[in-house]
């Protein structure tokens, strides 16, 4: 959303920061509200137009977005692939389980990750039957950064839900969904709660299964996850937490925050980022060159600017595992048959143009889970997440 040119719209961004480091808390907090509501009209756009064109089914996006207009076949196969990579990796933990078997071994066979390459192992092995801890197991997912994402509302209106589904963002984000979210039936027959309800000055929604927050998420420690709590958070369930171009555009200390609760606090968790990579290179330089024209900046991108950073951004915590691939990889591993369907549907000839952008933004993902209960309980859990990351 509120970025760079790339891979499906320019980059999403809720929190970036201002680049006036000298100004006053409240007009660099206002620079930032400002990008985060780009952010969310770039991403609407380009993600109805790969609508409009076939390239992706989401029958919930139009309802955000007041004139549709066609974007470039560069931004659509971009949005595209940046919604079907994120899409794979949350039905996936949707519906991955413990395997009932006599022995549970949590192993990421090498060739996990949703839509390609090869992934790193965990060795942790248990040798007992999983009766009926292994069916039905809940699980829940957590939104960084989710503006007007409809991610919630596609996969339940297929019969796919978590047990709890939780959304994050600035208030003024956040109240501008809700308002579309309670007023149309679309959203709540999906949402299914005769109990629905706003809240906090209708920046927020509360239902069985799904909830919107408003905050701000360098001060998730201290202000989200009292929400969180709030509303029947549970540390004790796997949990999936996305972050679709959102820690890049806060600083390294407040995202490492982010990660470092996760870790401490989760017992199974799986961690989905996509963001900006490589800022060296003289494409890199230009791209920053060009947010700095609209004030924006990345400090992410500098703590974390290549796969192996990536990776390690989780493995220097004592993640089970992590791995990062580009987005040409990605795009390289979609099916023959689907490469032909895309390819059909608008013509495509900014290959070398694609490859570069495409070299600039990644999927990066890491697990981890404690043996709170007993090691078997956690050779289940790994199990459960590698199987989260396995195409």
Avoid at 87 to 115: G, H, N, R, V, W
Avoid at 237 to 263: K, M, R
Avoid at 279 to 295: E, I, K, V
Avoid at 316 to 345: D, F, P, T, Y
């Amino acid at each position: 959303m509120g970025g760079p040119a790339a891979p499906g719209a320019p980059g999403r961004g809720p929190f970036p920061p201002s680049m006036m480091h000298d100004e006053p808390q409240v007009a660099r907090d206002d620079v930032i509200k400002g990008t985060d509501d780009d952010a969310i009209i770039s991403k609407l756009y380009a993600a109805q137009s790969a609508v409009n064109l076939g390239y992706l089914d989401d029958p919930f996006v139009k309802h955000f977005v007041k004139r549709p207009s066609r974007r470039p076949p560069l931004i659509n196969r971009g949005s595209y692939l940046r919604t079907r990579s994120l899409d794979t990796f949350t039905e996936q933990f949707i519906k991955s389980d413990i395997t009932q078997s006599s022995t549970t071994t949590a192993t990421a066979p090498a060739s996990a990750t949703t839509l390609s390459a090869s992934t790193p192992t965990s060795t942790t092995t248990a040798t007992t039957t999983t009766p009926a801890a292994a069916a039905g197991i809940k699980k829940q997912i957590v939104s960084l950064g989710c503006g007007s994402d409809t991610r919630y509302f596609k996969f339940k209106a297929k019969g796919l839900s978590a047990h709890k589904y939780f959304e994050i963002d600035f208030p003024e984000s956040t109240a501008k969904k809700a308002v579309v979210i309670k007023k149309n039936k679309a959203f709540t027959d999906i949402i299914g709660d005769p109990d629905l309800k706003l809240g906090l000055g209708g920046t927020e929604l509360y239902s069985k299964d799904y909830c919107l927050l408003s905050g701000d998420l360098r001060d998730f420690t201290e202000s989200i996850v009292p929400k969180l709590n709030a509303q029947g958070f549970d540390t004790s369930l796997p949990t999936l937490f996305l972050s679709e171009c959102v820690l890049i555009y806060i600083q390294p200390g407040d995202s490492d925050a982010i990660v470092n609760w996760v870790g401490t606090n989760m017992d199974a968790s799986l961690f989905v980022v996509y963001e900006q990579i490589n800022p060296a290179d003289a494409f890199g330089a230009m791209m920053l060159r060009n947010l700095r024209t609209r004030q924006i900046e990345l400090p992410g991108i500098h703590a974390y600017p290549s796969l192996k950073s990536q990776e390690e951004r989780f493995t220097s915590r004592g993640w089970q595992a992590a791995h990062a691939v580009n987005m040409n990889k990605l795009h390289e591993s979609l099916s023959e048959q689907e490469m032909k369907r895309i390819s059909s549907l608008e013509i495509f000839d900014e290959v070398e143009e694609w490859q570069l952008l495409a070299d600039h933004y990644c999927v990066a993902w890491a697990y981890q889970a404690k043996p709170r209960q007993s090691e078997l309980h956690r050779a289940q859990l790994i199990h459960l997440l590698a199987n989260a990351v396995t195409s």
